[in-house]
């Protein structure tokens, strides 16, 4: 990750390491909302579905910058065209790789007349240690 990422992204990635026992991804269950409490406005936690990807947990401040509840509704709900095709592409990536995806970006929203600039975080979470079935991230807001 680089230098210029905010320190949010970085504590969760620190915290995504320290539960990564044996190599192994950790799982969704092992996330202690206790332990990461000034992250939790900030953090997205999103279900693998067949081409796409839910919203099972959106931080209040993600809910906020994007002007509603996100939470339920998939990216393809919520995003078209070229945007989601790159934004799917970053989440499957994340999946392959079984590794941290991080994204600098300025992308159109739901407002199309608004464009936001931010940074993102995303890390596989699995059930199994192998099989990916979650992924959790963690959002910066820079305008």
């Not at 900030?42 to 947990?57: G, M, P, W």
Request: glycine content about 6%; aromatic content about 6%; proline content about 4%.
């Amino acid at each position: 990750m680089p230098e210029t990422a905010d320190k949010k992204l970085t504590r969760m990635l620190d915290y995504w390491r320290s539960l990564c026992e044996d190599s192994r991804i950790p799982g969704r269950n092992a996330i202690d909302p206790l332990s990461i409490p000034q992250l939790l406005p900030y953090i997205l936690l999103l279900d693998v579905e067949k081409n796409d990807f839910r919203f099972r947990l959106v931080g209040e401040a993600v809910n906020r910058r994007y002007g509603g509840q996100i939470k339920g509704q998939s990216l393809a709900e919520l995003l078209d065209g070229q945007i989601l095709a790159e934004t799917l592409e970053e989440h499957v990536l994340c999946i392959d790789s079984h590794a941290a995806v991080y994204t600098r970006n300025t992308i159109h929203t739901i407002d199309t007349d608004d464009m936001k600039q931010y940074q993102r975080l995303i890390l596989p979470l699995s059930d199994n240690g192998v099989e990916v079935q979650s992924i959790a991230g963690v959002m910066h807001f820079e305008k």
